[in-house]
């Protein structure tokens, strides 16, 4: 497997990079995905958008641990394949492709989307234990909160839609009894949200059988809620959000 130096990662300036370059990277994002048990099976999905209305999308029906780049496809705004070429030119396009390309359109800003099935994240939102909470200062401090969506069937229009007015705000969703989606400048940025996800559900995971959760307390969570504010990364509802969760209410007056 190609090893692709990620851009960022060492503070280097982010550079245009080439379809293949894209392609390298989803792969690599795959395998990581398959082998962290973060998907299983055909699950999941990965996508980048190369420019306006084009995206690079993983097929529907593979074992993305065993994806190739070669048989990632091209689409349009639409979902529709843009050129069938090599051993790309049988393959679907994942019903899925909705909820990435919902994501798109609400997030201009964005370049890709990780959408995953990680275990722990899916079982605490079937059980109602959410990760939008003041617990973990590291969440704060990179995602805000973790919110969870209502529920709605997987691959359909509605599927899409459920991630509506929190995506705006939110790099990283759990999806009800469904799975992930995470949202970066990068796949690998959108990757990381993503262990970022299933980090925290396995810590709260802990924290529910050892008793019960602390949550920060307030004056400590409001450094943290500073922190992001002075950064500009209290984008859409977030202040809002975190003055509920938090307490910190006293940072909007």
Excluded at 119 to 146: D, H, N, Q, Y
Aim: glycine share 8%.
């Amino acid at each position: 497997m190609t090893i692709i130096r990620h851009s960022g990662a060492s503070g280097e300036a982010e550079r245009p990079r080439s379809e293949h370059e894209w392609r390298q990277e989803i792969v690599q994002v795959c395998r990581l995905m398959w082998e962290k048990d973060y998907i299983a099976a055909t699950d999941g999905n990965v996508s980048v958008r190369l420019d306006t209305d084009r995206f690079l999308v993983t097929p529907s029906g593979f074992s993305k641990g065993f994806l190739q780049p070669d048989q990632l496809l091209v689409i349009d705004g639409r979902g529709e394949p843009v050129a069938r070429y090599g051993p790309a030119r049988h393959l679907r396009v994942s019903s899925e492709i909705l909820l990435h390309l919902e994501a798109y359109r609400r997030r201009p800003d964005i370049r890709s989307v990780v959408h995953a099935h990680p275990p722990l994240a899916i079982a605490l939102s079937i059980v109602g234990i959410s990760l939008a909470r003041c617990v973990l200062p590291e969440v704060i401090m990179s995602l805000g909160l973790i919110p969870t969506t209502a529920y709605a069937t997987p691959a359909s229009p509605e599927g899409a839609q459920v991630i509506a007015g929190l995506i705006e705000s939110y790099d990283a969703l759990i999806l009800q009894r469904h799975g992930s989606v995470t949202v970066g400048k990068s796949a690998w940025e959108a990757y990381l949200k993503l262990e970022r996800l299933e980090h925290a559900a396995l810590i709260t995971k802990a924290i529910v059988e050892l008793g019960g959760a602390a949550p920060l307390p307030v004056e400590e969570a409001a450094k943290l809620v500073e922190w992001r504010a002075a950064r500009g990364l209290l984008t859409g509802t977030q202040a809002d959000d975190l003055c509920e969760a938090c307490g910190v209410c006293h940072l909007r007056k």
